[in-house]
């Protein structure tokens, strides 16, 4: 296959890999049930003056399968860590001792792990959607190629390459799914 046509596969497999990292970044949000400081990801906080990632002001950890403990590295920053918390509405309450900030993560119920495994899935969709977009889009451009004078079996080759790519990565979004919503399902 020509240079070009090389480059658009390339060029494909690099998205489609960052719509799987896409993927496992946003069902690290979804709380399983266990605490998992990933679900504190995405929560700011006001560092004197400056928008700060939760986990650039403290130390988080998780001392037992149901707590997540936040400390501080600065006593000052507590309350405002707290407020920072309640403000991102992940479903848990701040526990303030004035030293430190647990959360407690509740086991879920049987109807909360259904609705949590309706976003995973939905998650999983909306990954496929973009893998298929990704096919689509190269699929075009491989046909621009044909066009200005690549032969239709090299063209052929091609569209047979990017089918193989998306079957591939659509495979592991099942996979990731899959994982996801057993550990959302395991009491």
């Known amino acids: 296959m020509t240079e070009e046509v090389n480059m658009y596969l390339d060029d494909a497999r690099e998205k489609m890999e960052k719509a799987i990292e896409h993927l496992k970044n946003e069902l690290m949000s979804i709380r399983a049930g266990k605490a998992d400081p990933n679900i ?14 939760l986990e650039q002001v403290s130390n988080i950890n998780t001392p037992d399968a149901r707590t997540i403990a936040i400390q501080a590295w600065e006593k000052n920053m507590i309350s405002v860590i707290e407020k920072a918390i309640m403000a991102a509405n992940i479903g848990l309450t701040p526990v303030n001792n004035g030293e430190l900030i647990r959360l407690n993560v509740p086991p879920l119920t049987e109807e909360r792990r ?4 309706k976003n995973v899935k939905a998650e999983g969709e909306n990954a496929k959607v973009s893998i298929r977009s990704i096919r689509k889009d190269t699929n075009d451009e491989i046909k621009k190629l044909e066009k200005e004078g690549l032969s239709e079996d090299m063209a052929k080759d091609a569209e047979a390459e ?8 659509s495979k592991k979004v099942d996979e990731i799914v899959e994982a996801k919503e057993q550990d959302v399902l395991t009491v």
């Open 40 to 53: 504190l990801n995405g929560i700011f906080v006001d560092y004197y003056g400056t928008n700060t990632p």
């Open 114 to 117: 259904k609705e949590l495994v």
């Open 162 to 169: 990017v089918q193989k790519l998306t079957d591939n990565f």
